[in-house]
C-alpha cells in the first residue's frame, strides 16, 4: 500500500509543478494559439526530465541511469501532453475545471507509469508499460489532430 501511495504522490506533485511552469506563460501574448499549450508543457516536462534525470545519474550512476533517461524522457514529454491540451484549450474553451482535468489526466497516466516501473521486473510488466505509452503517444496524436482542426477553422471562419 505504501508504494501505491509514493506512486501516486510522486505523480500528482511531478504533474502540478511541470503545470504550474508550463502555466506562467498562459497570460503572456506569444501565447496566441492552442497548440502553445501543449509545447509550452512538453518543453517543461522535458525541463524536468533533464534536472530529474541530472540527479539520478549523480545519485546512482550513468549505468543505472541509462534506462532511467530513455524512459522518462520520453514519458515526461507525453504525460504532459493532457495538461498542454488543456492550457491551449482556453482559446476555445472556458471554466477552471478545463485545465483541472487535462492535470488530472497528466496525473493519472505518470501514476499508472510509476505503478507499472514499481512492480517488479519481467515481460508482463514491460508490455504493460509499452502499452501505456502507446496510449499516451495515442493521446498525444489525438490532441495535436484536434488543435490542428481548431487551427484551420480558426482561419477558414
Known amino acids: ?54 540527479t539520478y545519474a549523480l545519485e546512482f550512476g550513468l549505468n543505472a541511469a541509462a534506462w532511467h533517461i530513455l524512459l522518462t524522457t520520453l514519458a515526461h514529454a507525453l504525460f504532459s501532453a493532457p495538461q498542454g491540451y488543456a492550457l491551449g484549450g482556453r482559446h476555445w474553451r472556458t471554466g477552471r475545471w478545463w485545465a483541472a482535468r487535462g492535470l488530472l489526466l497528466s496525473a493519472a497516466l505518470h501514476f499508472v507509469f510509476n505503478g507499472l516501473l514499481g512492480g517488479g521486473a519481467g515481460w508482463p510488466v514491460l508490455l504493460a508499460l509499452a502499452g501505456v505509452v502507446a496510449l499516451m503517444m495515442v493521446l498525444a496524436g489525438r490532441y495535436y489532430l484536434s ?6 477553422e480558426k482561419v477558414s471562419g
Open 1 to 54: 500500500m505504501a508504494m501505491v501511495v509514493v506512486a501516486l504522490l510522486t505523480a500528482v506533485i511531478e504533474e502540478s509543478s511541470k503545470f504550474l511552469a508550463a502555466s506562467t506563460v498562459v497570460d503572456d501574448a506569444a501565447f496566441d494559439e492552442p497548440m502553445d499549450g501543449l509545447v509550452y508543457a512538453v518543453t517543461a516536462a522535458l525541463g524536468f526530465a533533464f534536472v530529474e534525470n541530472v
Open 147 to 152: 488543435y490542428e482542426a481548431h487551427a484551420r
